[in-house]
């Protein structure tokens, strides 16, 4: 078994051009829902970075990259948690080769346990350049969502990916990056734990969406889909405007508008942890700062806050 079988098609741009064209739409079509960078002509030397796990959304993002202009380095990530995650990796190799593209393997051992599949994710952003474009689709968008919903996200959470160059196929549908592998006789490698039930996105995937969709008598992704490019539009601006405000500037935070008071307080916050923190943290400082006096307040995650004077320190513990 191998990504390239015996009747794959020649995999340059042009003949990856024709052959989705001619099997779905026009790729000129399919381009424009994506978001690949411009390649300026100082830049036409440089690498677009692709992490390729073998399945259909990053084959299927790996051959829209070679078809709109970009120069492609893959990057794949071995595990080492299957038997047959060695051979996959080489599968990807050829298939690197395949569409002329530079192949990059980073190989580290995910010991089994609790959160597998999370500390596997969290080594493989790791181990990637920063800002690799990854497969992620509109039914992903969806399932996020959902997540996130259920998690009681607010805004930013529910706006879930933005699209970017890091994001580029997120307004395509898995659908389609399947018919893009079909049209190419390409054999996509298939990872058994996305039958699993195992996991939440799986159980979103598999039951949730088909309830949703049979509630609402419609194709709820790209609904799902519009609302978090619609909220992730309206948190943007927000951050925007929640950035001029001074965080350590009691007066100005108590003077602000509460919603941008508590996102200038996230993002300072953020900034020093490097996640944001809790709601009802954020809720709790937002009431000592609107009352009068000096306080001291620590938030979760060992964020020792002290207000002296109307100015506030933020130190980390």
């Known amino acids: 078994m191998s990504i390239i079988s015996k009747n794959t098609k020649v995999l340059s741009s042009n003949s990856i051009r024709f052959a989705v064209s001619t099997s779905l739409e026009p790729i000129d079509k399919i381009l424009l829902r994506c978001c690949f960078p411009q390649i300026a002509d100082h830049e036409v030397d440089r690498y677009y970075e692709v ?3 073998g399945g259909p959304d990053s084959l299927a993002l790996a051959l829209l990259s070679i078809a709109s202009g970009q120069r492609v380095r893959i990057w ?3 595990h080492e948690i299957r ?16 569409i002329g593209a530079k192949f990059e393997l980073v190989t580290q051992r995910i010991a089994p346990g609790p959160n597998l599949e999370a500390r596997a994710r969290t080594a493989r952003r790791k181990s990637f350049p920063t800002g690799v474009a ?11 969502f959902l997540i996130n919903l259920m998690r009681g996200a607010g805004p930013s959470g529910l706006a879930a990916m933005r699209p970017s160059h890091a994001k580029p ?9 399947v018919g893009i592998c079909n049209a190419l006789a390409l054999d996509p490698i298939h990872d058994e734990s996305n039958a699993s039930d195992d996991f939440l996105r799986n159980r979103v995937r598999h039951y949730l969406l088909p309830v949703l969709n049979e509630i609402s008598q419609r194709e709820i992704t790209p609904l799902l889909s519009r609302t978090s490019n619609l909220l992730g539009t309206e948190d943007r601006y927000l951050d925007e405007l929640a950035s001029k405000v ?36 954020l809720t709790t400082l937002s009431n000592y700062i609107e009352g009068s006096g000096n306080f001291r307040f620590q938030l979760a995650g060992n964020v020792d806050i002290v207000c002296r004077r109307n100015v506030i320190t933020y130190r980390q513990l």
């Open 134 to 144: 990854t497969g992620h689709t509109m039914d992903d968008q969806a399932e996020t």
């Open 51 to 53: 992490a390729v796990s």
């Open 76 to 78: 794949h990530f071995d």
């Open 246 to 281: 001074d965080p350590l500037d009691r007066k100005e935070l108590r003077d602000c508008d509460a919603v941008l008071r508590l996102r200038a307080l996230r993002q300072v916050i953020s900034k020093l942890t490097g996640y944001p923190p809790s709601h009802s943290g």
């Open 83 to 98: 038997d047959s995650s060695a051979r996959e990796a080489k599968e990807v190799e050829e298939f690197a080769q395949a």
């Open 169 to 177: 196929i997120l307004f395509l549908r898995r659908s389609l990056t």
